[in-house]
């Protein structure tokens, strides 16, 4: 469809940071960053310039949506979101419409909530936000870009609401340097994966409404889940409780988390066969 970006706004923001695992010293730094949004009368008392945009970055299933989707709730903000590859068509114009688009929609959301500011997160930026250029000939890549660029050079300090982009990518290299000038996206906070305490608070979180044995320990599992991302996590726990159900046992014993183990990091490995 010409024009739709097809944002997914379906989900409910209303996420906190406590439901996000072994991510504290993002969650710090981004919080630190919403206070743009927060207390714009001290942020433009001290003559600061108001930020525009944060870029997450760290790898697939680290929690970079959770964090946007917690950013918007904590900030009482209206949340729209689209993958960077929703930008992207053959045909001209379209990707820069869309960019249009999402920036009024996010506005009329945030009018129709009645809220002071609305946050757009952007997935996946380094597929619309690759270095112009680098799309050997394909002018639509580059418009798309440039009107993203557009866009945020227009978001104005005293605007109602306020408009703040969250871009995610695990791939900031790839990104076209003009995104990172000033006033664009100023911030970066780095979403790195779980360390073994982190994991261990993942499981946490995503066991709570399961019913666990005796025999579970999570601090045992987080240690044999070295390099699990949070997305993995979430799954292992999922692999489990179906485990369990095929045996018709009542709990989830470690057994169960045992296999899920085994099939989550199977299933990992045939994502990484190279396509033919
Ligand atoms: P991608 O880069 O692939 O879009 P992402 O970093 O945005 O990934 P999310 O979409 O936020 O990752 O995570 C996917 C799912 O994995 C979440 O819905 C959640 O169930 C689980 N998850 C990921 N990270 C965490 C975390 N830190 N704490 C709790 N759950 C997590």
């Known amino acids: 469809k010409i024009g739709s970006y097809g944002a997914g706004t379906s989900r409910p923001s209303s996420l906190n940071f406590e439901e996000i695992g072994g991510q504290d010293s993002a969650i710090n730094e981004l919080k630190e960053a919403l206070q743009f949004i927060?207390?714009?009368e001290?942020?433009?008392?001290?003559?600061?310039?108001?930020?525009?945009?944060?870029?997450?970055?760290g790898p697939p299933g680290t929690g970079?949506?959770?964090l946007a989707r917690a950013a918007a709730n904590y900030t009482s903000s209206a949340f729209i979101s689209a993958s960077g590859s929703q930008f992207i068509e053959m045909y001209a114009g379209v990707g820069a419409k869309?960019?249009?688009?999402i920036f009024s929609d996010a506005r009329n959301k945030a009018k129709k909530q009645n809220k002071k500011s609305?946050?757009?997160f952007i997935d996946e930026l380094e597929v619309l936000g690759a270095k112009r250029g680098s799309h050997s000939g394909h002018m639509e890549y580059d418009q798309t870009l440039n009107q993203l660029l557009v866009e945020m050079d227009g978001i104005a300090q005293y605007e109602n609401p306020r408009i703040l982009l969250i871009g995610a990518t695990n791939r900031a290299d790839l990104l076209d340097p003009a995104l990172m000038r000033p006033g664009r996206f100023d911030?970066?906070?780095a979403v790195e994966l779980p360390d073994r305490f982190g994991r261990s608070k993942i499981l946490a979180i995503h066991t709570r409404n399961k019913p666990l044995d005796k025999s579970v320990n999570l601090d045992e599992i987080s240690r044999a889940t070295f390099g699990f991302s949070g997305a993995h996590l979430e799954s292992l726990a999922n692999e489990a409780a179906i485990f369990a159900m095929r045996e018709d046992s009542p709990t989830i014993q470690a057994q169960h988390f045992r296999e899920a183990i085994d099939k989550v990091m199977l299933g990992e490995k045939?994502?990484?066969r190279p396509s033919l």
């Open 38 to 40: 927060l207390k714009p």
């Open 42 to 57: 001290a942020i433009d008392h001290m003559g600061i310039r108001p930020l525009k945009g944060i870029l997450l970055v």
């Open 98 to 101: 869309r960019i249009r688009q």
């Open 270 to 272: 045939a994502d990484r």
């Open 64 to 66: 970079k949506t959770l």
């Open 118 to 120: 609305a946050i757009i």
């Open 187 to 189: 911030r970066q906070v």
